[in-house]
């Protein structure tokens, strides 16, 4: 495909980007008619509860970063949910267990945090942006979509297919609940795609939910129906834990990238860990790691070992330090310290790869979307169920498919994401922004758990090193460091379409390498929103999705 052939979205007035068609146009249709870029990211993250059930739900929580150009701040909302009352190490024990399940009602033992983070982020445009949209008229396509019907996308095929039908699934075999099957099978039998998936029960949850906001969906009656289910199946939710919940504003992280301001949230999430391998990179000639000065080029070994290098040492501090901050404390200002990258830095060694590094989760199914306008107001947003279709619970006549997240707390009393009651564990989800003298310069993203801080400085070093534009930097070959499915040990996973004699040379370093698919599902689905120098809103969605950018 030559570069006059392919699809670059271009716009001058507002731009939206998501991993499903559907998302972005109900988010654009927003913008298109004076809502903010807040209310378009609502509408079109509502819409993705639909249509990617296999990556997030009503049931699993969400982050945000806002810039608002009125006012020049940048703001983030924490709405992920918090353990439970009852949940206790000892609950878990005195069941036999040595770790929390990843499947079925006591995987799902953190309130879902989304609806809120929706509610205060439509709070805040209203207050602080000026905007005049109905909380129900931003839900009214999602809600139309579950009532009506939505063609099953190719990625929500696959996941279906891969955890009903396939034996080879340690996860899988989610039929087993009839809460799922009920919603997510045709007659016991996965969808086809391009057969269309109604989910009349959540529909209905939808329509409770614009008639009477996050209130109903945490005191009223969707709270009381779900906790009732995840009862009957012996789960521990209570209908306090569901009151108590809030989303929570919160200052975003930020540090400096070639004079670039790179912004991220704070603990409980990894956006620590995104921004440490920024810091850590300023230490190095990323064009002289590329090894061609034409950014056209695929980039030499000394790039993607650099690149693999710093995430195993900025996973290291995130493995030792981040968890809820209310439950402990977590040196920020050290772990992102001139001081500290340059000491990481100094550490890798060109010659061999590390080996020091923990086994990290695969797992880390999420959408992140991204939203921007000619004024300079931004979004971008993730959210998430944690495991493809999360715990596999669906609640009890409401269609919401609830989140496996708290799988994610360890029973070990040492651990620092040990359970305990109303605590929030580490979270992989993680927006991105870049701004350039206080204005967004960079609006992006990603899917994928562990790749999503790997996905987030392949964006940025193609972006800002190299000069490739979004399109290229999010459909160029990418790389995962981490456990392959069903495979305890880290390796380097590179897709089909870098050169063999890369990953030769990387294998000779001591990189475990497996090549995979040209354009592989395991990279996650990545997206972004550059402000080009005119003004112009340039978009970009992953090839790799079902996505679109689109602008107006």
Same mark, same amino acid.
């Given at each position: ?9 271009m ?41 990617y059930?296999q ?5 699993g929580? @969400? ?29 878990y ?38 905007? %005049? ?15 009506? @019907? ?21 996860? @899988? ?12 099978l ?9 057969e ?27 709270a ?6 995840l ?9 306090n ?5 809030r ?20 603990p409980?999430? %990894? ?8 810091r850590? &990179?300023?230490?190095?000639?990323v ?39 209310d ?42 979307? @991204?939203?921007?306008?000619?004024a ?23 269609g ?18 040990? &359970?305990?009651?109303r605590?929030r564990?580490l979270?992989t ?29 392949a ?34 996973k ?49 090839p ?9």
């Amino acid at each position: 495909m030559t570069p006059s052939q392919k699809h670059i979205p271009m716009a001058t007035r507002g731009m939206v980007t998501s991993p499903h068609h559907l998302a972005s146009e109900a988010g654009l249709d927003i913008l298109r008619h004076g809502g903010s870029v807040v209310d378009a990211a609502i509408a079109a993250a509502a819409v993705l509860t639909v249509v990617y059930p296999q990556m997030c739900t009503l049931g699993g929580d @969400g982050f945000w970063l806002i810039h608002n150009a009125a006012t020049g701040e940048t703001v983030g909302i924490n709405a992920s949910g918090r353990s439970g009352e009852k949940a206790t190490c000892a609950f878990y024990e005195d069941l036999g267990l040595k770790a929390i399940p990843s499947r079925g009602p006591l995987a799902a033992n953190t309130v879902p945090g989304i609806v809120s983070g929706w509610e205060a982020a439509w709070g805040y445009s209203r207050r602080r942006m000026g905007s %005049q949209s109905s909380w129900a008229g931003l839900l009214a396509c999602a809600a139309d979509l579950a009532r009506d @019907g939505a063609p099953v996308s190719t990625s929500l095929a696959f996941w279906e297919r891969r955890d009903v039908e396939d034996p080879a699934n340690a996860l @899988g075999g989610l039929q087993r609940f009839s809460g799922f099957s009920e919603t997510f099978l045709n007659d016991g039998k996965t969808f086809s795609e391009g057969e269309v998936l109604r989910q009349p029960d959540l529909a209905r949850t939808f329509d409770r939910l614009a008639a009477g906001g996050a209130e109903e969906f945490y005191r009223g009656e969707t709270a009381e129906r779900i906790v009732s289910g995840l009862a009957a199946g012996g789960g521990l939710l209570t209908l306090n834990d569901f009151a108590a919940h809030r989303a929570d504003f919160v200052t975003p992280l930020t540090t400096g990238y070639r004079g670039f301001t790179a912004c991220n949230l704070p603990p409980n999430t %990894q956006g620590v860990a995104s921004l440490a391998i920024l810091r850590i &990179l300023e230490n190095f000639d990323v064009r002289d790691l590329w090894g061609s000065a034409a950014m056209s080029d695929p980039p030499g070994a000394d790039y993607f070992h650099v690149m693999v290098e710093a995430t195993k040492l900025a996973f290291a501090d995130r493995d030792r330090w981040v968890t809820d901050p209310d439950f402990s404390d977590i040196p920020l200002k050290e772990l992102l310290s001139a001081g500290h990258a340059r000491r990481q830095a100094e550490r890798i060694d060109m010659r061999r790869a590390q080996s020091f590094a923990a086994p990290l989760d695969p797992h880390g199914d999420t959408v992140w979307l @991204g939203t921007a306008d000619a004024a300079g107001n931004a979004v971008s947003m993730i959210q998430s169920v944690y495991h493809d279709f999360g715990s596999g619970f669906v609640a009890k006549d409401t269609g919401v498919l609830l989140q496996n997240r708290g799988c994610f707390f360890s029973l070990d009393p040492r651990a620092v994401n040990c &359970l305990a009651p109303r605590k929030r564990t580490l979270h992989t989800l993680n927006p991105a922004m870049l701004l350039k003298e206080g204005r967004p310069y960079l609006v992006y993203g990603t899917m994928g758990g562990e790749g999503q801080p790997q996905t987030q400085s392949a964006l940025v070093t193609r972006i800002v090193d190299m000069g490739q534009g979004p399109g290229e930097a999010v459909d160029a070959p990418r790389w995962l460091y981490g456990r392959s499915w069903g495979n305890a040990e880290n390796d380097l996973k590179l897709e089909g379409r870098i050169p063999r004699a890369v990953a030769e040379e990387l294998a000779r370093r001591g990189h475990r390498v497996t090549m995979v698919g040209e354009y592989d599902s395991l990279m996650g689905h990545a997206g972004a929103i550059l402000y080009r120098r005119n003004g112009v809103l340039q978009g970009a969605s992953d090839p790799r999705s079902d996505g679109a950018a689109c602008g107006f």
